[in-house]
């Protein structure tokens, strides 16, 4: 009777156990899958605050270009009062193309050479630096971005910003992206979502408050926000994995961490190692360059260029609209990953190199009769461009060895950026060429 009481009472113990255990099981289940979300979350807006900054740069660059004109000669005018693009212009400008006395390539290189000159040298050795000063300083260069150009009065201080807004761009990608490499492969997709959206975001909101009669200098002081969301997306909606505490609180310290996937290998490389890590990863950086390459040349070259006279849009807001139509497109291709994957990424330079020459024609031959097509055309170009983007590093997350990927990644990012900067370069004489012609329209 007593053994069978025992025996009761340890089935109980048993029981309860057991039970407790479920629970516990249960509530961790439940917290991983929050902080999983709570990831997800954080690196969209990480994505978007990255280039939102960038984004406004390249929306506003008529209107610096603009302003250059403005310091010789004309009054001052009031922060109320909105700047347009200028065209130079004649007595029959609606017979012949008319073009900016300067192209937006020499903002587009302003912009892109600091990002470029920081993911150049960045993978070796920024994995010194602890994630969260790196932060702060993506947010700084952004918040240093904005108040520079909304100060400016001189050409000089508005390229300034526009400077800080690339270093805060090329810092970002280098480190948000290698750094998630340390969560679930997924966060890549909702990284590159966010900077879609930043596309997006920063086009739309540049354009409709300008539209809508704010003055630009205005405009940017509103999108100071930006950065400080950043700020509050790292710092508190973010998770850490327990690998890389010890880096959240050593400033000095110097120490690599561990892909949460393969924590038993060490993700310290040597220079030399990294130097021959690079060329497999031309695999990837390739079609990424040529892409980025064509698209920008059109955004840069070609869209200020692709103007239609007597339709319900002046001149200056057909080339905003155009940056906004371009960004949606990239913002729904870069949030399509896990629905659509490109395995043969060769694919996407061949269409945009397509694309290119099919508006570069238009500039000449004015045989595309209607704006809707060239819009179009333009979303068509920006999903190309993001699909690359997004299907690149995401390949990239499941083919790379995970001791191997957070240099990887960051090192990839400099496919983009040689791209946009061959572009720039491109477009500036391209640019300057076509407007001593006298294209008729």
């Known amino acids: 009777m007593v ?7 340890e089935a109980d113990v048993g029981n309860s156990e057991k039970e407790k255990n479920e629970h516990s099981e249960t509530a961790l289940g439940r917290r991983k899958k929050w902080n999983h979300r709570r990831n997800l979350i954080a690196f969209w807006f990480l994505g978007l605050c990255n280039n939102f ?26 922060n109320a009062t909105t700047v347009s693009p200028t065209f130079t212009t004649s007595a029959n400008e609606d017979e012949f193309l008319t073009c900016n006395t300067i192209g937006t390539g020499a903002i587009l290189l302003a912009d892109i050479l600091p ?5 150049l040298t960045a ?9 969260w000063f790196k932060t702060l300083l993506v947010v700084v260069f952004a918040i240093g971005s904005f108040v520079t150009v909304g ?39 909702t990284w590159s979502s966010g900077t879609g ?7 739309l909101a540049y354009a409709g408050l300008t539209s809508a009669g704010l003055s630009a200098r205005n405009t940017v002081f509103v999108l100071i926000s930006v950065p400080i969301l950043m700020s509050i997306s790292y710092f508190i909606i973010l998770t850490k994995p327990e690998n890389q505490l010890h880096q959240l609180n050593n400033f000095c310290s110097t120490s690599s961490l561990v892909p949460k996937d393969d924590e038993s290998k060490s ?53 905003r609209w155009y940056q906004v139509d371009y960004q949606v497109g990239v913002f729904i291709s870069r949030s399509s990953v896990n629905i659509i994957q490109i395995k043969h990424l060769w694919i996407l330079p061949i269409l945009q190199l397509v694309n290119m020459a099919l508006l570069l024609s238009q500039v000449f031959y004015r045989f595309i009769p209607n704006v809707w097509v060239i819009f179009a055309i333009v979303l068509w170009e920006g999903l190309l461009g993001g699909g ?28 983009d950026s040689v791209g946009i900067a061959l572009a720039g370069a491109a477009a500036i004489p391209s640019h300057d060429h076509i407007c001593t012609l006298r294209i008729k329209m």
Not at 123 to 131: A, E, M, S, T
Not at 398 to 414: D, M, N
């Open 3 to 9: 053994q069978s009481s025992f025996s009761t009472m």
């Open 53 to 78: 900054a960038y984004v406004v740069m390249l929306s506003a660059a008529h209107d610096i270009l603009k302003e250059e004109e403005n310091t010789s000669g004309t009054n001052e005018t009031s």
């Open 197 to 203: 959206g930043a596309g997006v975001g920063g086009a």
């Open 123 to 131: 993978p070796f050795y920024i994995q010194r630096l602890p994630y």
């Open 388 to 415: 690359a983007y997004v299907n690149t590093f995401y390949k990239m997350s499941k083919e790379v060895p995970a001791q191997h990927r957070e240099f990887s990644l960051g090192a990839a990012t400099l496919g």
């Open 267 to 319: 993700t310290q490389l040597s220079l030399a190692e990294k130097l021959r890590l690079l060329p497999p990863l031309l695999k990837y950086m390739i079609p990424l360059t040529v892409v980025y390459f064509a698209e920008y040349f059109i955004n840069q070259g070609l869209h200020e260029l692709l103007y239609f006279n007597s339709i319900f849009l002046s001149k200056a807001e057909q080339y």
């Open 115 to 119: 990002t470029l000159i920081i993911k």
């Open 151 to 189: 100060l400016a009065h001189q050409v000089w201080l508005s390229i300034l910003g526009v400077v800080f807004a690339s270093c805060s761009a090329g810092l970002g990608e280098v480190t948000f992206l290698s750094l998630s490499t340390f969560y679930d492969r997924n966060v890549v997709s």
